[in-house]
């Protein structure tokens, strides 16, 4: 396929050219013309007087109907066809041209000839050749036309034509006057050839300029989708944690949109001064176990910060496994570096099956792919190395809590007995100080089961319970209990709500009851003496909502936010209990939404605080 014929199939596929209904328009167009020219016929003899030779032109007529009709069929046929052949149109386009050129001619001849008042129909047609044919197509038409006119001319000049004067505005004796004649002939010739020149060049200068835009919109297509993938990965790397999983995604994505036959990441190891593999794609294990690369044999223009092009890879001496990477298939290689915030931190390779010549536009862009990469890959290693400290941290206090557990509970047995008496006599005083130690151990104690929980659930991701059906107005009479007397010394009024029917919820015992102790005895804590507290326990279709409220401090709304971070405390809850550790909401939080439920909370600062928890019920 020639140059034109692939911009007309480029545009056809575009939506842009549509040559059957073109083919279909001029058809249409022949069909109007020869009822025009059938009109004018016999206009011409019976009411101008013309004498035309009429039976000749309607004859003419008849058979480019004839041809009209076949060309038609052979349109309707194409619509028909599952696929389209550019070839098949072009003969068609050539079949018209050839039958216009017969019919023009014999119309032409019974028209007065030279002197027709037709004759600059062919200046149209010239146009249209120019416009619709390739351009030694139109050259050659026009050259026919050129043949065909003198022909005629000469034929008529020695009389083995008869010349039509009447149908001609020119007078007779013009008519037969040589000179005005070939005048004519060759004015009209001139503008003829003239004509099709400029159509073929302007043609021409038109398919260039197509081809240049159609060139541009390809470039641009494809530098879209680019900077598409490039977002795309840029959203992905943000987006996934670790470094193996960005690692993956970024040779998968190099791979598939650079068609190239693998990809290799080799980060720098800075203790041994290598290069080690740590992801690829499209390569044999063979490959990828052939070790790591020693900086001083080979990569130092890649280490620099340039991109590096191997079109063979045999000419390569720099190459530390030639053997290796010719039995893998590889002939050429595009090696860039993966440059970081302060330095290049390792190499993106491409590897090709046939020798390959990377434009620059390809460089530029893997190479801005592999700077992004690089980016990510930093991030990740910061992320894996926050981990590995987290859960370091949190190992630790684990061990720790585990570690200080044992001896504080010997020390406040120990604490227990002295106070008691049974190891002599103390004084009040000595009571006191022995009381106020084991408070301290306590708090201690607390603070160091609290720890417990939330890093058990920090380094596992979720909390352990063994769910069972458990009955709320069971959980609320214990917690009535436990509180009762701790309400009485602060002469606190705590009133109890629950509905008469059983209510139940899928939970961990325990983690339910922390739930209710830890937010009536926060209640309690900061409510001040003489106060009113309400546990209120309804059922909201299938749902269970316990509401906890207090007419005590309350909570500022800039501090409401934060009430449940971890070891985040009001200024006004620090002052009432400065022992607090605030991990104690925060782990009610955990526990109630890991049950699949919620809490909110409601509070002004001096008028007091309520908590809403809702759980499915069961």
């Not at 034929?155 to 001609?168: K, Q």
């Not at 684990?398 to 047995?413: C, F, R, V, W």
């Amino acid at each position: 396929m020639d140059e034109h014929q692939e911009i007309k199939a480029l545009f056809y596929e575009k939506g842009r050219e549509e040559p059957l209904s073109k083919v279909g328009w001029w058809i249409l167009l022949r069909w109007i013309l020869l009822g025009v020219t059938i009109l004018a016929g016999l206009t011409g003899n019976f009411l101008l007087n013309l004498k035309l030779p009429l039976a000749h032109i309607l004859l003419l007529c008849c058979l480019t109907a004839f041809l009209n009709a076949l060309l038609h069929y052979q349109l309707f046929t194409l619509k028909k066809a599952p696929s389209f052949e550019f070839n098949l149109v072009d003969r068609i386009t050539y079949i018209q041209f050839g039958t216009d050129l017969v019919f023009i001619a014999g119309i032409f001849n019974d028209t007065g000839g030279i002197a027709s008042p037709l004759l600059f129909y062919f200046l149209f047609h010239v146009i249209l050749s120019g416009v619709l044919l390739e351009r030694w197509a139109c050259f050659l038409y026009v050259s026919l036309v050129a043949l065909m006119i003198l022909t005629l001319s000469f034929f008529e000049f020695i009389g083995f034509v008869p010349h039509v004067y009447r149908a001609s505005f020119i007078s007779k004796d013009l008519q037969d006057n040589p000179f005005f004649v070939f005048f004519l002939l060759f004015f009209f010739l001139m503008v003829l050839f003239i004509s099709s020149s400029l159509i073929s060049t302007l043609l021409k200068r038109l398919r260039e300029r197509i081809s240049q835009l159609t060139e541009l919109e390809e470039k641009l297509e494809d530098t879209n989708h680019r900077l598409e993938t490039l977002n795309l990965i840029a959203v992905k790397t943000a987006t996934t944690l670790g470094l193996t999983p960005r690692l993956d995604l970024i040779c998968g994505s190099v791979r598939e949109l650079m068609g190239v036959k693998g990809v290799l990441i080799r980060l720098l190891d800075e203790r041994t001064n290598r290069l080690e593999i740590v992801s690829s794609c499209g390569l044999s294990d063979a490959y990828i176990k052939t070790g790591p690369i020693d900086l001083d044999k080979s990569y130092s223009r890649t280490l620099k910060g340039k991109p590096h092009v191997v079109l063979d890879i045999t000419s390569e001496p720099s190459l530390q496994y030639p053997e290796e990477i010719k039995k893998e298939g590889i002939v050429s290689m595009l090696a860039v570096p993966l440059q970081g915030r302060e330095k290049v931190i390792g190499t993106l390779r491409l590897f090709t099956s046939e020798r390959r010549e990377f434009t620059q536009e390809e460089i530029d862009f893997v190479s801005a792919l592999a700077s992004q990469g690089a980016i990510s890959i930093e991030n990740a290693r910061f992320y894996d190395v926050l981990k590995r400290q987290d859960e370091a941290k949190n190992d630790f206090i684990i061990l720790m809590t585990h570690e200080l557990k044992a001896p504080l509970s010997a020390i406040q047995g120990l604490l227990d007995v002295m106070r008691k008496g049974y190891v002599g006599a103390i004084t009040d005083k000595q009571k006191e100080l022995i009381e106020r130690m084991q408070k301290r151990i306590d708090s201690v104690l607390e603070l160091s089961a609290e720890l417990l929980d939330i890093y058990k659930w920090q380094s596992k991701g979720v909390i352990d319970m063994a769910l069972t059906s458990v009955s709320l107005k069971d959980q609320i009479q214990k917690a009535e209990d436990l509180f009762k007397l701790i309400a009485q010394k602060k002469s606190i009024k705590i009133s109890y709500e629950v509905p008469d029917e059983q209510v139940n919820v899928k939970a961990g015992e325990e983690e339910l009851e922390k739930v209710l102790n830890n937010l009536i005895s926060n209640a309690i804590k900061y409510t001040p003496i003489g106060g009113n507290i309400s546990v209120v326990l309804r059922l909201v279709d299938k749902q269970v909502t316990l509401r906890v409220k207090d007419n005590g401090i309350g909570i500022s709304s800039e501090d409401v936010p934060k009430i449940f971070n971890e070891f985040f405390r009001t200024k006004e809850a620090k002052v009432i209990d400065p022992e607090g550790s605030g991990l104690g909401l925060p782990f009610v939080k955990k526990i109630v939404e890991s049950l699949g439920g919620t809490i909110r909370v409601k509070s002004e600062k001096g008028q007091g605080t309520e908590f809403m928890v809702t759980l499915p019920r069961i």
